[in-house]
């Protein structure tokens, strides 16, 4: 009986990794073995510790990857499976290849930097402390990419085929479907990736990617994020409220610190900081983009205008690139990121990483939180152990490199930003499924999350619905 097993994004949001195999033959030496993404734990250690576990069934012996998008908590595992012993073909569109080349090698560099810094403080269990991977391995690891076109079946083996179809998550996003024939039996697995906003854009302005979910979709097993299974996006236009904070903090002589993904929410808030400015609704203050990966990820955006809103597309004629916007300052260097903070003047400063897990936003942040004048803006989501997640929850110090430092700067977050529909979002996506799923599983989300959506699927539209355990094995009937 071939069976799904969940390695990861399962009781949480991070590591998305699902093995899809052939045989139950967990040893790997018969079937095909199939991996649908391949993602970093990120978050609380108990979750990051498990990116030091081998998968179940040897590297080796796993002949392919579909990879729906260019997230760490989808891709970042990568380097670590090909230093594992993984030689197959890594499947996924050319947009989220190109941000892989970008991501990927950034995320080794940082594991290095970690491992630097842990071992120059000795602060690590682990004598001395290594990188998961290293820059090297990432930039190597991106040779068993493969180019697939979005909608283009791919025969992987006899039994097994797939196909993308869009998700309107980021750039390159999709959903793999997956054809299973065995026995003479020919079943459907959806894997939906991360999903992106369904309704309305003027609920989800600056997206700067915008097609999918298809509807009408169908599956026998269906395997689905549930990030904000439990709670609904606002519905308001976070435009004025955007507008309000950023004038509101200059006022006040301080600066706004973002903590921002690099791929696609600093594109995305970038695009809306432009328009609000060239609308006159935002002062002209200086923004700086600090973050090397967002400056190449705004180039590959550039060379994927056929995924562009027409909004997106509006601005970049109107206004060409952002990396040539006049008072859009992109720090490239460690030099020209450290300039930043020695400016005294209201600024706003967009840095990664987006949950204040490591990077540059660490830096912006133990200088600008101490002080009354500043506002630290969040517009993602935070997972729970996060820096991000207990700044936003209100605590009073943030231990940074080691020292605690006093939170006196004001704390918002906007929630519109997100890249994943809510739950009203997902029901009328699913409602567009021309039958009901045998099953469905519930990944990528807090037990929390999960379980209230599962209700609500369950309430709502009558399905099997069942939450996926971390390491659970499930046979496809
Ligand atoms: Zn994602």
Not at 51 to 78: F, M, S, Y
Not at 212 to 225: I, N, W, Y
Not at 233 to 255: F, M, Y
């Amino acid at each position: 009986m071939p069976y799904i097993q969940f390695l990861g994004a399962a009781g949480t949001v991070t590591g998305s990794k699902h093995l899809v195999n052939t045989t139950n033959d967990s040893s790997g030496k018969q079937g095909f073995q199939l991996l649908i993404d391949c993602g970093l734990f990120q978050g609380q250690k108990e979750w990051r510790e498990r990116n030091w576990q081998d998968t179940p069934v040897p590297a080796r012996e796993l002949e392919a990857v579909v990879l729906t998008h260019a997230h760490l908590d989808h891709c970042g595992w990568i380097p670590r499976l090909v230093k594992g012993g993984f030689r197959g073909t890594i499947y996924a569109t050319q947009a989220t290849i190109d941000l892989c080349s970008v991501v990927l090698p950034d995320s080794g560099h940082l594991q290095e930097e970690d491992a630097a810094f842990y071992n120059k403080k000795g602060a690590s269990k682990h004598k001395p402390a290594l990188p998961l991977y290293t820059l090297e391995e990432a930039q190597d690891c991106l040779k068993y990419f493969k180019p697939v076109e979005v909608e283009k079946t791919i025969q992987l083996c006899p039994e097994l085929s797939f196909r993308f179809v869009r998700a309107a998550h980021i750039l390159g996003s999709c959903m793999a479907e997956i054809t299973l024939k065995t026995n003479g039996q020919a079943r459907r697995l959806l894997f939906t990736g991360d999903i992106g906003r369904v309704r309305d854009s003027q609920i989800a302005p600056g997206k700067v990617v915008h097609s999918g979910p298809q509807e009408g979709e169908s599956a026998d097993v269906l395997v689905m994020e549930s990030t904000y299974g439990n709670r609904e996006h606002p519905h308001t236009d976070p435009r004025p409220e955007l507008a309000q904070l950023v004038s509101d903090t200059v006022k006040r002589g301080g600066s706004v610190v973002v903590p921002a993904f690099a791929v696609e929410r600093t594109q995305k808030f970038l695009f809306i900081l432009k328009a609000l400015m060239e609308a006159g609704e935002i002062p002209r203050v200086p923004v700086y983009c600090d973050s090397p990966m967002a400056i190449k990820a705004v180039e590959i955006y550039l060379q994927h205008s056929e995924e562009y809103t027409p909004r997106a597309a509006e601005l970049i004629k109107n206004y060409g690139s952002p990396t040539g916007w006049p008072g859009f300052t992109f720090a490239l260097t460690a030099e020209q990121s450290k300039k930043i903070n020695d400016s005294q003047f209201p600024s706003i400063i967009i840095s990664s990483s987006g949950m204040a897990t490591g990077g540059r936003i660490l830096h912006h942040l133990a200088q600008r939180l101490p002080d009354p004048r500043n506002l630290v803006l969040f517009i993602g989501f935070q997972a729970p152990g996060t820096r991000g997640a207990s700044i936003k929850e209100g605590a009073h110090e943030v231990k940074i490199f080691g020292e605690f430092i006093p939170i006196r700067a004001q704390v918002a977050a906007l929630e519109q930003f997100s890249d994943h529909a809510d739950p009203p979002e997902m029901l009328q996506w699913l409602h567009t499924f021309t039958s009901q799923p045998g099953m469905t599983y519930l990944v990528h989300g807090e037990p929390q999350a999960a379980s209230q959506l599962r209700d609500l699927m369950k309430k709502e539209l009558g399905w099997n619905v069942e939450i996926a355990e971390y390491m659970e094995r499930v046979d496809v009937r």
